[in-house]
């Protein structure tokens, strides 16, 4: 395992590298964005039980949740993907978020844990 691991951790390191910050990535569209009726503490846990759970090349140990203002967001693979929680009446208002073109076995995963759980 430490000889697969050992390579992919390189390429992610090369790759974050290239990767634009979450704050210049907000400033563009968001690669998926939907309303959801459930509440943004439900959504976010949701998205963040998913991320850290689940194993597409292996699992992420950098997924964590962040409080700012009025925004709750959840970041996965070193912040090089993002969820952006917001609250919209009793439901709330999901923005997934990537700062580089990932693999799209990576983006359909982690894009289709998000639009389950809003």
């Not at 991320?51 to 140990?61: A, G, H, Q």
């Not at 912040?79 to 700062?99: I, N, P, Q």
Request: hydrophobic share 35%; net charge positive; charged share 25%.
């Amino acid at each position: 395992m430490r000889k697969f691991s050992l390579p992919i951790l390189i390429t992610v390191s090369l790759l974050c590298g290239c990767q634009t910050s979450p704050q210049e990535t907000r400033m563009k569209s968001a690669a998926f964005s939907e309303t959801s009726n459930r509440s943004v503490e439900q959504v976010s846990e949701c998205i963040y039980r998913g991320w850290s759970s689940t194993e597409v090349i292996e699992k992420d140990p950098s997924t964590h949740i962040e409080h700012a203002n009025e925004r709750l967001t959840v970041y996965a693979w070193q912040d090089s993907m993002f969820a952006d929680l917001y609250r919209r009446g009793k439901g709330s208002e999901v923005r997934f978020y990537k700062t580089f073109n990932m693999g799209p076995e990576v983006l359909a995963d982690r894009s289709g844990i998000v639009k389950r759980c809003a």
